[in-house]
């Protein structure tokens, strides 16, 4: 039966959503690379498995968020004194 479905999904090609998901990610991702070039310091967010609907993984995301800026924060209380 899976090689019946892989077959159907082969055949109708890939999902709309699924393409402009991939659009956005791509265009987020350039955007933020371009920014980072700008950026006196980039803090970087463990967060690759936290899906972009993943509403109810907020408090994970607060926290990765929080221990990748004490990690850089000797790097920013640096620049604030200079």
Do not use: C, W
Not at 32 to 47: E, S, Y
Request: proline share 2%; hydrophobic share 45%.
């Amino acid at each position: 039966m899976q090689h019946i479905d892989a077959k159907r999904e082969e055949l109708q090609g890939p999902n709309i959503f699924d393409v402009l998901m991939q659009s956005l990610h791509a265009t987020e991702y350039e955007l933020a690379r371009t920014a980072g070039k700008l950026a006196d310091v980039v803090i970087t967010p463990d967060v690759g498995d936290i899906g972009i609907f993943a509403f109810y993984k907020g408090e994970e995301a607060i926290l990765q968020g929080y221990a990748a800026a004490k990690k850089e924060m000797s790097r920013i209380q640096e620049l604030v004194r200079s």
